[in-house]
């Protein structure tokens, strides 16, 4: 598999890699719960919090760090704007699956002015704007084949995926069809995306 040399070793590259493994299998098991949740009920919903709100989340800070610093040179000022939606994305996605998952223990609780909304809301729809982090910095990726150009491919579909799932939810909820197409195309590329870029970033930075 060709990479570029403009993937240079370092300690937060290979930190980056193997969170990229993680986020791989937290994307799968929030998935899974959450499909079994919709059918079983608790406690899965609670699960697809943690895994697919909490670990996702704060799994996916160091390579929104470590891809700024490959793809900065690039294009600098796309770069950090990447930087800045991914890492507000990242923190509140984990922040508001935190609150969801204490005020189901009953720690806490929160006005919700209809079903679904506030932190429930805000955890559902975090997710899109990690689509449009995806999108940006793989667009950026294929400028000057930093990556293998399938893996930018795969990494923008991704993106997609969760931006057209958004878009559904915000329509009509989670009854909006865009919301099961593009939670299944998100559900299938982002762990593909996610596991390649892991083995890339560690083949070029693990002995840092």
Known sequence: MATSNHIGGSGLTAIAGWSAYISAVASILGFVFIAVFITVGQPFGTLNDFFGGVVLGLSMIPMALALNKICSPLNPGLSVLALVIGLVSMVILAAA???????TFGVITFPEPRPGTGPFGVAAIAPGFLGVWLIIISYIGRQRSTFPNRLNWVGIV??????VSIIGFTLSGLEHPLVAVGGLVAAIAYPIWAIWLGRVLLANGGAA
């Not at 699956?97 to 005020?103: D, N, R, T, Y």
Request: glycine share 16%; charged share 10%; no cysteine.
């Open 97 to 103: 699956a935190v609150m969801v998952i204490l005020k």
């Open 158 to 163: 991704a993106g997609a995926g969760y931006v």
